[in-house]
Antibody, heavy 120, light 107 residues
């Protein structure tokens, strides 16, 4: 069965960077993009960007351009999302998600979420 | 960027009642709209895609309708497990975007 398993919670200071991992199993990792969506506590969902595990191509929401980097290691079927210059407003749960169909933007498989807390 | 506005913000109903949730887009998204359910501490769950197609394993009491700018998610007869937050999401225009959510609570 398809599973996306994310790394554990992180606490970071303002200005630091965080790197969240998302390990995929149960399907061919290179066949589907990995997207990242975040959710601040008690707030809605915010799409951050996508990464094609086959080519390494990426696309980021304008809000995160210059601060986010999405990469992968195909040998271990793992995607990564790194966010730099962290500020308190980046405190949120970060999810990786796989689309329903390759290249799609409907998400039918999600990781369990990784809480990133930014605090001095 | 397309803005999705969901209404109402909170809907209070009893089990067995019919729920009607709305999502309005700031410009046409054709039929490229999805609905998700999210329970506390859980990731979102895809319910409906392309406005009216149920995702795998979703009960028939969930249905979606609409096109262009106005969409509806209907739950025909509420079960206790349906009380949650519901989000709409469009994929018509890049970047994909979500509505702010409707909280469905037990009356």
């Amino acid at each position: 069965q398809v599973q996306l398993v994310q790394s554990g919670a992180e606490v970071k200071k303002p200005g630091a960077s965080v790197k969240v991992s998302c390990k995929a199993s149960g399907y061919t990792f290179t066949s589907y993009d990995i997207n990242w969506v975040r959710q601040a506590t008690g707030q809605g969902l915010e799409w951050m960007g996508w990464m094609n595990p086959n080519s390494g191509n990426t696309g980021y929401a304008q809000k995160f351009q210059g601060r986010v980097t999405m990469t992968r290691n195909t040998s271990i079927s793992t995607a990564y999302m790194e966010l730099s210059s962290l500020r308190s407003e980046d405190t949120a749960v970060y999810y990786c998600a796989r689309p329903l169909h390759p290249g799609d933007y409907y998400f039918d498989y999600w990781g369990q979420g990784t809480l990133v807390t930014v605090s001095s | 960027e397309i803005v999705l506005t969901q209404s109402p913000a909170t809907l209070s109903l009893s089990p067995g009642e019919r729920a009607t949730l709305s999502c309005r887009a700031s410009q046409s998204v054709s039929s490229y709209l999805a609905w998700y359910q999210q329970k506390p501490g859980q990731a979102p769950r895809l319910l409906i895609y392309d406005a009216s197609n149920r995702a795998t394993g979703i009960p028939a009491r969930f249905s979606g309708s609409g096109s262009g700018t106005d969409f509806t998610l209907t739950i025909s007869s509420l079960e206790p497990e349906d009380f949650a937050v519901y989000y709409c999401q469009q994929r018509s225009n890049w970047p994909p975007s979500f509505g702010q959510g409707t909280r469905l609570e037990i009356k």
